[in-house]
């Protein structure tokens, strides 16, 4: 999509695309997408009876929505798009393609004009990626977790007492 947009738009359009916009647009489109498939499956995993009941209250299709499906299916949602984060951070770094400088770029040209060591500053950069990414993933999967274990205690709830019968009498 980078690519697409930054060659062929302005070959549609007569004016050159910038390359930011060309790296934006490109992983918004693609992460967009991805984004929006985890939304759809998120508010599917709810119930159906749970719209059901949001209708016989009288409720509007977006008042469903807004006040019922999005809030269960947020729980569900939140370790996808927290993963999805990490991808789009290691997608910035095809913005190289269109000579965007991202991350990756300015760190190693950047340290490596100061220093002059262009494999020390490779690491420092490398370390910088895999910090933020270790921290976005730990984050993922302590979300997943915590969503397991509180589904887990929802449904080992304490055991209903059985109600007793009283006789009238008379």
């Given at each position: 999509?980078?690519?697409?947009?930054?060659?062929?738009?302005?070959?549609?359009?007569k004016t050159p695309a910038p390359a930011f916009w060309a790296v934006v647009f490109g992983l918004t489109l693609y992460n967009g997408s991805v984004l929006a498939e985890a939304?759809?499956?998120?508010?599917?995993?709810?119930?159906?009876?749970?719209?059901?009941?949001g209708y016989a209250i009288g409720l509007r299709k977006s008042g469903v929505m807004q006040f019922i499906l999005v809030?269960?299916?947020?729980?569900?949602?939140?370790?996808?798009?927290?993963?999805?984060?990490?991808?789009?951070l290691k997608d910035?770094?095809?913005?190289?393609?269109?000579?965007?400088?991202?991350?990756?770029?300015?760190?190693?040209n950047d340290l490596a004009a100061n220093k002059g060591n262009l494999v020390a500053a490779a690491i420092v950069v490398a370390a910088i990626y895999i910090l933020i990414n270790s921290m976005l993933t730990w984050f993922a999967n302590w979300l997943s977790k915590r969503q397991q274990r509180t589904r887990k205690s929802s449904r080992?709830?304490?055991?209903?007492?059985?109600?007793?019968?009283?006789?009238?009498?008379?």
């Open positions: 999509m980078i690519f697409f947009v930054f060659y062929g738009l302005p070959y549609v359009l939304f759809r499956s998120g508010i599917r995993s709810v119930p159906r009876g749970q719209s059901e009941a809030p269960q299916a947020a729980r569900a949602m939140l370790p996808v798009i927290v993963s999805q984060l990490v991808v789009l910035t770094a095809l913005g190289y393609i269109v000579a965007f400088p991202e991350l990756l770029q300015r760190g190693v080992t709830s304490a055991p209903v007492p059985e109600l007793s019968i009283v006789e009238p009498q008379g």
